[in-house]
């Protein structure tokens, strides 16, 4: 009986319907933004590829002093990536409020919302082991 009474809610918020957003900042996140996000995005996966490229390289040559030296710069880009998705998740809250969690892309946002926590935990312990604590 629980069972059919969850399945049914959860079948219920998977297809509300959205209101039409209006305002400059609705028009920006599903406008440009999108297109900046898929940018930011992209740039992230070719900086995560080269980064773990040179990383290889320097462990396959035996050199982990230059795997340490690089690795302030590499937080400091890695800071700037959550830092976006952070922000990115925020305004697509304040745009979409309660239906980012419900609706058509449900699971989608819930994920990108697990991986922009998971990737602040990441940034938050590297900051915490450069800084020695």
Same mark, same amino acid.
């Given at each position: 009986?629980?069972?059919?009474?969850?399945?049914?809610?959860?079948?219920?918020?998977?297809?509300?319907?959205?209101?039409?957003?209006?305002?400059?900042?609705?028009?920006?996140?599903?406008?440009?933004?999108?297109?900046?996000?898929?940018?930011?995005?992209?740039?992230?996966?070719?900086?995560?590829?080269?980064?773990?490229?040179?990383?290889?390289?320097?462990?396959?040559?035996?050199?982990?002093?230059? @795997?340490? $030296?690089?690795?302030?710069?590499? =937080?400091?880009?890695? *800071?700037?990536? !959550?830092?976006?998705?952070?922000?990115?998740? %925020?305004?697509?809250?304040?745009?979409?409020?309660?239906?980012? @969690?419900? $609706?058509?892309?449900?699971?989608? =946002?819930?994920?990108? *919302?697990?991986? !922009?926590?998971?990737?602040?935990?990441?940034? %938050?312990?590297?900051?915490?082991?450069?800084?020695?604590?």
């Amino acid at each position: 009986r629980i069972r059919n009474w969850f399945l049914k809610m959860l079948h219920r918020f998977a297809h509300l319907q959205e209101p039409e957003r209006t305002g400059y900042l609705a028009w920006f996140v599903d406008g440009i933004f999108e297109h900046i996000s898929s940018l930011m995005i992209l740039l992230n996966v070719i900086f995560m590829v080269l980064a773990t490229d040179r990383d290889m390289e320097d462990l396959q040559g035996g050199d982990s002093s230059a @795997f340490a $030296g690089r690795r302030p710069l590499r =937080n400091t880009v890695e *800071t700037i990536f !959550v830092s976006f998705y952070i922000v990115e998740l %925020m305004v697509k809250i304040a745009v979409h409020k309660f239906f980012f @969690f419900v $609706g058509d892309h449900w699971g989608w =946002n819930c994920f990108d *919302t697990f991986l !922009v926590f998971l990737s602040l935990q990441d940034a %938050m312990t590297s900051l915490m082991e450069e800084s020695g604590g």
